[in-house]
């Protein structure tokens, strides 16, 4: 298996640009999970889908930020309008259901919006 | 929340060294796991823990839990250059599948 696979793997916009990262989870996972990472937050939860539906969007941080999973090898987390701040390592996880399953992290877009 | 948190933030030792980093958590948990980040990747999954464990090994891994403290420590046997990366342990919440990540410990391993 090819494990999680993210694209771009690097992303420079400009502010007010809209940005869309692409995930594809391992295959036969039901979970899938967005992460953002900063020096100053840490890696952060933005939202997680189980069966393809969304079950917990409490991280996402603003109206800008949205994600999708119309189906269970493919999902998008989109920005718009990107702002300098929403610039991080966006991190793309899978896994199975259930509290005992590890998780399996895509290699991460670098989002640099300038 | 943060649920997990690592200490050290940082530790330095030579090859060969054992390392230890700590975890302390706050609410009750049905496990623990340890991961791995090595700068520019993702995380990798090392070992996870059920809270009616007390130890587990894997290789140069040693993980301890303690329920009664809420804490957990991953110890790094006869360490290797390879093993300069970040840990963090990782907690479920809420009864889900949502993980919450510590902020990590940063290991670097001197040759």
């Known amino acids: 298996d090819a494990g999680v696979i993210q694209s771009p793997r690097h992303e420079v916009t400009e502010m007010g640009q809209e940005v869309t990262l692409r995930c594809k989870p391992i295959?036969?996972?039901?979970?899938l999970f967005w992460y953002r990472q900063t020096m100053m937050r840490g890696l952060e939860l933005l939202i997680y889908f189980n069966n393809n539906v969304p079950i917990d969007d409490s991280g996402m941080p603003e109206d800008r930020f949205s994600a999708k999973m119309p189906n269970a090898s493919f999902s998008t987390l989109k920005i718009q309008p990107s702002e300098p701040r929403d610039s991080a390592v966006y991190f793309c996880?899978?896994?199975?259901?259930?509290?005992?399953?590890?998780?399996?992290f895509g290699p991460g877009t670098r989002l640099t919006v300038t | 929340s943060q649920q997990g948190e690592e200490d050290p933030q940082a530790l330095s030792i030579q090859e060969g060294e054992n390392a230890t980093m700590n975890c302390s958590y706050k609410t009750s948990i049905n496990n623990l796991q340890w991961y791995r980040q090595n700068s520019g990747r993702g995380l990798v999954h090392l070992i996870l823990?059920?809270?009616?464990?007390r130890e587990k090994h894997s290789g140069r891994l040693r993980v301890t839990l303690d329920t009664s403290k809420k804490s957990s420590s991953l110890l790094i046997t006869a360490s290797r250059a390879a093993d300069t990366a970040s840990y963090f342990c990782a907690t479920p919440q809420g009864g889900s599948e949502k993980l919450v990540f510590g902020k990590g410990t940063k290991l670097t391993v001197n040759p």
């Open positions: 295959s036969g996972h039901n979970s």
């Open positions: 823990i059920r809270s009616n464990e």
């Open positions: 996880a899978s896994g199975g259901t259930g509290l005992s399953y590890e998780q399996y």
